[in-house]
């Protein structure tokens, strides 16, 4: 086949990084690629048709903000779902995001279009009810971790692991020193990375814990240079976060940068998410911190399967970063567990390095050739009959 129309939506800043990994694939494959749907702006970059920007499936847990956004999303799904149906694509891919593209996925292929999922969700570590849901909805899943094709494959699910696409973008020997001459940061600078999140309901509820911590650290190292890569458009948020923290002139705000930052730092302070992965990658210690809203969080708590939250901590099948949630998330012991990190540089530099060679296997395990694998699965799912 020369030439394929492939439908896609990747929810949020992470599905549309993911999602342009794969679009670079696919059009190696298929060179006059048509592509279409819902993303941001990577895809747009390969050429992709945003009908709607991926930051308008950005929501987070349960709460109010989700149920007063649930009509807007349905809409969105249901325009998408009839546009397909009445011109369809060679095949639908959903990146991620599965709450939206389960259902949209399992609505296309009753109707006979072909459909891939892409990141198989954690029903490892919760939401294990989702397996019925995958079944009906794709065709085929790649997986990013490498357990969990034969997982699906006990329930029946075709699926291929094709590696973590961060794993390939993040080198394996991170440059501290060039990432902090493009910041501007001293050399020998201590640097405390802050990442709160990347959605508005992240920033409300995770920042101002993360902020104070933050504030309680440069008490104990003045001299700190704490950065706070953000989502360009949530650059006034956080902004304002900081400011109500009382720490907005002891912080840098960057436009986006998160690699930049994470490659720079000694420590990092970071929200539950894809986030503590790619920290994982970059090798730095993290201490990894979550709050929301109370009843998102209990009806989370019922769900998990695994005592880990944090990524880094599940692949490793132990505690190797310290976990601070919900009400665990203090301020006082989020600074504590980044205090130990940041002391352990110069007391114990064999604690830093230990985890270091820990990261780097992880990274190694994960380090395929993500596009050209994904994309020979796609290509395979629209030969096939």
């Keep these: 086949m020369t030439a394929a129309r492939v439908a896609m939506v990747a929810g949020e800043t992470s599905g549309d990084l993911l999602a ?46 989700v149920f007063q956004r649930l009509a807007e999303l349905l809409r969105i799904r249901r325009q998408l779902r009839d546009r397909l149906l009445a011109d369809p694509p060679s095949v639908f891919v959903g990146v991620d995001a599965p709450d939206f593209n389960l259902g949209l996925e399992a609505d296309l292929r009753a109707k006979g279009v072909k459909t891939v999922h ?104 003045p001299a700190v240079e704490i950065i706070v890569p953000a989502v360009p458009s949530l650059i006034d948020t956080v902004r304002q976060a ?43 210690p993290m201490v990894i911190g979550y709050r929301m809203q109370s009843l998102s969080w209990r009806l989370m708590r019922r769900k998990q399967l695994q005592p880990w939250v944090g990524l880094p901590n599940i692949l490793c099948g132990e505690f190797v970063v310290p976990e601070l949630l919900q009400d665990a998330a ?25 985890l270091e060679q820990r990261f780097t296997a992880l990274h190694h395990l994960l380090r395929r050739d993500t596009a050209r694998l994904a994309a020979d699965a796609i290509q395979k799912v629209v030969s096939s009959t």
């Design 118 to 221: 892409f990141v198989c969700p954690s029903i490892w570590a919760w939401r294990a009810n989702r397996v019925e849901k995958i079944r009906r909805a794709a065709d085929h899943v790649l997986c990013i971790f490498p357990f969990e094709p034969e997982l699906l494959a006990g329930h029946g699910i075709a699926a291929t692991y094709v590696g973590h696409p961060l794993a390939s973008v993040i080198p394996l020997a991170p440059d501290r020193h060039a990432a902090r001459q493009r910041l501007g940061l001293a050399q020998d600078a201590l640097v405390l990375a802050v990442l709160p999140g990347s959605r508005t309901s992240e920033i409300r509820y995770i920042a101002p814990a993360f902020f104070a911590a933050a504030a309680l650290v440069s008490q104990v190292f």
């Design 242 to 284: 900081a400011r109500a923290a009382g720490i907005e002139a002891r912080i840098r705000i960057l436009s986006g940068q998160s690699h930049d930052a994470l490659a720079a730092c000694d420590c990092t302070l970071i929200a539950s998410g894809t986030a503590t992965l790619e920290a994982a990658l970059f090798k730095r």
């Design 330 to 354: 203090t301020p006082q012991a989020l600074a504590a567990e980044v205090l130990r990190w940041l002391r352990a540089r110069d007391d114990s530099p064999s604690t830093i390095e230990a």
């Design 20 to 65: 342009g990994l794969i679009l670079d694939g696919l059009k190696t494959q298929w060179p006059a690629l048509q592509s279409a749907g819902i993303g941001g702006p990577h895809m747009r970059a390969r050429g992709f048709d945003a009908w709607w920007d991926s930051q308008r499936l950005a929501v987070h847990g349960y709460n109010w903000e």
